[in-house]
């Protein structure tokens, strides 16, 4: 039995586009609010654009306010692309955008109502109910279903980015605690037994759509919010593409219904989509060690709160990517320097607020900034959450009370090491050595960017645990599939840290 994905795919190649027509007759659109109306404005579009369109999504909503009178609309504008499918000869799906949800015989009805009744190939649904509020849509083997995950709205992040902890031991900074939308994708993915199981990610959310085709790499995606939400086209499909240059569907509506010629509206975009999966295809066969989304250097995703933070340090100059004379006297094609926050106050306060999402699962007393870069920031940490600050002096005072350690503190503490960043991990053994000589107990280093070159294993052998609030594969991974960096950048700042670690 063809499942809805494989016809999807079918017209994908058919037609080659995936450009979904939303369907969406806003009565500021209409010459008369009415369903008549609302009809004949779609079925204008499907005329007009059925040739460029992978599938056709008319929301339910706007026929539904009219009544059973647009409902018999809705219906005659699912079979009016039926019937322009079997003129062109090639089937065209239809995804009725209604985000139902409900249990039981509820389920079992709002199913029969879309795909007996309307006769919708698919539907977008709500999964906060469970499983068992999909399963009577799921009883549909021939058709599909495609789950809010990280929708396009303002207000998304509300419960969609709500942490979720996999485990009884679980950390912040282990893959076990993730952002309730990155739990939608990996239970898709489990779920998706059928091929008929796809998920609804916003075009205005990029970091979450790259997110999520990392925790979902089979599904096909239905993706709103290009043109009038503002959401950039290139980058969607940069994010949210597979490798087969299949499993995305862009979704547009305004920017086609209410351009001056639909048809060359969505001519264009079909045509532009095109291009860049092509230009894509020979940018990866380029580069064939791994793909351009999928992560090879860790297998953590980036929660919103460190995907911004990455991209805000990437824009105030704190990373830098070029060709770099080290200490060492290597030739580095990335530079960390975060001595540059005291000049952004509020990347700062940014910074400061990521390093308490892993302070507050550790035990201690005070915090002890190492000089220089980390004395600024775990000023801003201390004024935020009120914590105490000490830290360990380069050079003994040699004058007044010859302090090694500056600030108040008692023998017997714990005191959390804080630094900007750690390669080796040299230089915190250093600080250790003078807080634990003063009478201080160390366990715990936390810092912001983990280079990732030997630091949390050498500080492991020695009985310290080192938490990173970031990890430079993590944001490699991460600006790789947004298309932040470029791809021949990443790739020398890979070879560049595995010949070195």
């Known amino acids: 039995m063809e499942t809805f994905f494989s016809f999807l795919a ?152 709500l942490q979720v902890t996999k485990g009884a031991d679980s950390r912040p900074d282990t893959p076990h605690d993730m952002p309730l939308y990155i739990h939608i994708a990996q239970l898709a993915q489990s779920w998706n037994t059928g091929n008929n199981i796809g998920l609804v990610v916003g075009a205005t959310q990029l970091e979450a759509l790259v997110h999520v085709r990392a925790s979902a790499p089979d599904l096909w995606l239905l993706v709103p919010g290009v043109g009038a939400q503002g959401g950039d086209l290139q980058a969607a499909l940069n994010a949210g593409v597979r490798v087969d240059g299949k499993g995305l569907l862009i979704n547009v509506s305004r920017a086609i219904s209410r351009a001056e010629n639909p048809r060359l509206a969505a001519a264009n975009l079909r045509d532009e989509m095109s291009q860049m999966i092509m230009e894509r295809t020979i940018e990866s066969s380029k580069t064939p060690s791994h793909s351009l989304n999928t992560p090879t250097f860790s297998n953590n995703i980036l929660s919103s709160q460190q995907s911004t933070l990455a991209d805000d340090l990437l824009s105030a100059g704190c990373i830098k990517f070029g060709e770099f004379a080290l200490k060492s006297g290597l030739k580095s094609p990335i530079y960390i320097d975060l001595r540059r926050l005291v000049s952004y106050p509020r990347l700062l306060a940014q910074v400061a607020e990521a390093y308490l999402s892993v302070l507050e699962k550790l035990k201690f007393d005070r915090l002890a900034g190492l000089p220089y870069a980390a004395i600024p920031i775990v000023t801003a940490i201390g004024l935020q959450a009120g914590y105490p600050v000490i830290y360990p002096r380069k050079e003994i005072k040699t004058y007044g009370t010859k302090a090694e350690i500056e600030g108040e503190y008692q023998a017997g503490e714990t005191a959390v090491v804080i630094d900007d960043l750690t390669t080796t991990g040299e230089s915190k053994f250093e600080g250790i050595e003078k807080l634990t000589n003063a009478g201080l107990m160390v366990k715990d280093v936390v810092v912001l960017i983990d280079r990732q070159s030997g630091a949390k294993e050498a500080l492991a052998q020695a009985g310290f645990r080192l938490h990173a609030v970031l990890t430079i594969g993590e944001m490699l991974d991460y600006w790789e599939m947004a298309g932040k960096v470029e791809a021949d950048k990443i790739a020398a700042t890979r070879t560049f840290l595995k010949a070195n670690k």
């Open 10 to 161: 079918k017209r994908v190649d058919d037609c080659s586009s995936l450009l979904c027509v939303g369907l969406d007759p806003h009565p500021s659109d209409l010459p008369a609010a009415s369903a008549e109306a609302a009809r004949d404005f779609c079925l204008n579009i499907i005329k007009t654009t059925a040739p460029y369109a992978a599938a056709f999504k008319p929301n339910a909503a706007f026929f539904e306010l009219y009544g059973p009178e647009g409902w018999a609309a809705l219906k005659d504008v699912i079979a009016a692309v039926q019937a322009e499918s079997h003129r062109m000869g090639s089937m065209i799906p239809v995804i009725l955008d209604a985000k139902r949800g409900d249990i039981a015989s509820t389920g079992e009805a709002y199913a029969k109502s879309a795909f007996e009744s309307l006769g919708a190939h698919a539907i977008t649904l709500s999964p906060f109910l469970g499983k068992d509020s999909i399963d009577p849509f799921l009883a549909y083997k021939e058709k599909g279903v495609f789950l809010l995950c990280k929708t396009s709205n303002p207000g998304a992040a509300d419960l969609q980015d």
